[in-house]
C-alpha cells in the first residue's frame, strides 16, 4: 500500500482529525491545482477539471464537513454545495 492509499484510508476512517496538511497532500498528488485568494483570505480553492472545492486553513484539525466534500470529491462524486 502506498503512502498516498494510507494517508487516504487514515482520512476516511477518521475525519474528525484531519490536518491542513495532510488534506492539502492529498489533493494535490491526485492532481487538484491549489489558489489561495488575495487579501488575506485563509481559503484555499482546490480545482480539477470542473470540480472545485473550497476548505478553510484551520489548526489543529479541518471541520469535517470539508473532509468529507473532499473524500466525496476523491471518489469520483460530485458535492452539493
Known amino acids: 500500500m502506498s503512502q498516498l492509499e494510507k494517508l487516504l484510508k487514515?482520512?476516511?476512517n477518521n475525519p474528525k482529525q484531519v490536518r491542513f496538511t495532510?488534506?492539502?497532500k492529498i489533493l494535490i498528488r491526485t492532481g487538484f491545482?491549489?489558489?489561495?485568494?488575495?487579501?488575506?483570505?485563509?481559503?484555499?480553492?482546490y480545482t480539477k477539471g470542473g470540480?472545485?472545492?473550497?476548505?478553510?486553513?484551520?489548526?489543529?484539525?479541518i471541520k469535517v464537513v470539508y473532509v468529507e466534500r473532499a473524500i466525496?470529491?476523491?471518489?469520483?462524486?460530485?458535492i452539493d454545495e
Do not use: T
Request: charged letters at 30%; glycine letters at 14%.
Open 10 to 12: 487514515k482520512i476516511r
Open 22 to 24: 495532510e488534506l492539502d
Open 33 to 45: 491545482k491549489r489558489r489561495q485568494p488575495g487579501g488575506g483570505s485563509s481559503h484555499y480553492i
Open 51 to 61: 470540480d472545485s472545492l473550497v476548505v478553510p486553513f484551520d489548526q489543529p484539525h
Open 72 to 78: 466525496k470529491l476523491l471518489e469520483g462524486g460530485k
